[in-house]
Structures are given as structure tokens and as C-alpha cells.
T-cell receptor
């Protein structure tokens, strides 16, 4: 039973345009969400996070939006750059189990020059 | 500050053998988590350690075990290896969540191939 879902395995975007990566979750006890980026042969690196008390968090070109009622979050990258090409993982922590992080299957983003 | 280090980076074992992987967290980080990554499955949570105690465990068989030492370094062990254990094993460290630090810092992983 996958509690964190990323339904698009891959996404292609032109350089300079907006990339939108989506994530859905099923567990209503999740109250902290994170996005990680992973390049081949490297471990994931933390990108941005959002607490369930917020609906938006912004850091430079990266913005995460949270819609609690829909149990949906999205990561926006504007403008997209070729160096953003990587696998993006959505992850969530539960208020009942902060020491356990649940990751989605990832979305592979390709930014085309 | 040095990042998370994992050794070895690559490992080839045969079915039935056992393997031990090592992880050194970022200095000052006391929480260490282990994940298994296979194609299409994302990162599957194995277990988390804090102050030498396992606080949480994922849905993996008992062949997967781990431990943490007093210096926060951690090891994970897989006994009686199966072909399906071939994967990238990732270690991540973090400050304890009680300090409000929820993000984890990952090592480069150990690529295990079981033949």
C-alpha cells in the first residue's frame, strides 16, 4: 500500500519553462513533507520542505504547494534549467512517527536545452 | 563539514552469503536511517537508529538488521542473501527531529549485487 504516490514516472520540459512535479498521499497523519533531488550515482539531496500548517513554501526557483484537503502537493521549478534534470522524490513524515520517512517512487525530470 | 560516507560503494555477493554495510553520519548527527532503493520502488525505509537504539523499522524480513555505535556510526547486515536483495542501499543522517530538523542528508549509497 503506497502511502506516497508520484503518478508521473517521467516529465520533459523545455529550458526556461515551468516544471511541475506532483505528489499525492493517503495518510492523513502526515504533517511534514519534503522534496529530494537525486542524480545518478549520488544519494538524494534535500531540496525544500513544507509543514502542514502552511500551504506554500518558496526557496529561490523552487516552490512547494500543499493542498491538505486534496492530500496533494506539488513542486514548481521556475525557470527550469538543464542542471535540474534528475529524479525527484516526494517524502512525508507522520506526526505519530517522525523517525520514519515515507518516500514516493520518484519522477524523472528532463530539462531540454 | 564532511558528508555522510558509506562503505563499500560496490559489492558483489552470491546467494546465501551475508553482507555488512557501513555508514558514518555527519558529525553531530545522532539519527541514522537506512533505505533500500530498487528501480520503480523509490526508497523503502529499512530502519532508523538514535543513540544506539532502533526507534522504527520498515516492513523487511528479519534477515535485515542493523546497529548503531556510540559514535553514531551505523552498520546494516543482510543474512542469507537472495537475488531480490540486489539494490542500492542508502544511509541518511539527521539531527534529531525533536530539534525541529526534519531533513536528512544522504550518503552516496552502496550498490549491492547478488548473483
Amino acid at each position: 500500500d503506497q502511502q506516497v504516490k508520484q503518478n508521473s514516472p517521467s516529465l520533459s520540459v523545455q529550458e526556461g519553462r515551468i516544471s511541475i512535479l506532483n505528489c499525492d498521499y493517503t495518510n492523513s497523519m502526515f504533517d511534514y513533507f519534503l522534496w529530494y533531488k537525486k542524480y545518478p550515482a549520488e544519494g538524494p539531496t534535500f531540496l525544500i520542505s513544507i509543514s502542514s500548517i502552511k500551504d506554500k513554501n518558496e526557496d529561490g526557483r523552487f516552490t512547494v504547494f500543499l493542498n491538505k484537503s486534496a492530500k496533494h502537493l506539488s513542486l514548481h521549478i521556475v525557470p527550469s534549467q538543464p542542471g535540474d534534470s534528475a529524479v525527484y522524490f516526494c517524502a512525508a513524515r507522520s506526526k505519530t512517527s517522525y523517525d520514519k520517512v515515507i518516500f514516493g517512487p520518484g519522477t524523472s525530470l528532463s530539462v531540454i536545452p | 563539514k564532511a558528508g555522510v560516507t558509506q562503505t563499500p560503494r560496490y559489492l558483489i555477493k552470491t546467494r546465501g552469503q551475508q553482507v555488512t554495510l557501513s555508514c558514518s553520519p555527519i558529525s553531530g548527527h545522532r539519527s541514522v536511517s537506512w533505505y533500500q532503493q530498487t528501480p520503480g520502488q523509490g526508497l523503502q525505509f529499512l530502519f532508523e537508529y538514535f543513540s544506539e537504539t532502533q526507534r522504527n523499522k520498515g516492513n523487511f524480513p528479519g534477515r535485515f538488521s542493523g546497529r548503531q555505535f556510540s559514535n553514531s556510526r551505523s552498520e546494516m547486515n543482510v543474512s542469507t542473501l537472495e537475488l531480490g536483495d540486489s539494490a542500492l542501499y542508502l544511509c541518511a543522517s539527521s539531527l534529531d527531529f525533536t530539534s525541529g530538523a526534519y531533513e536528512q542528508y544522504f550518503g552516496p549509497g552502496t550498490r549491492l549485487t547478488v548473483t
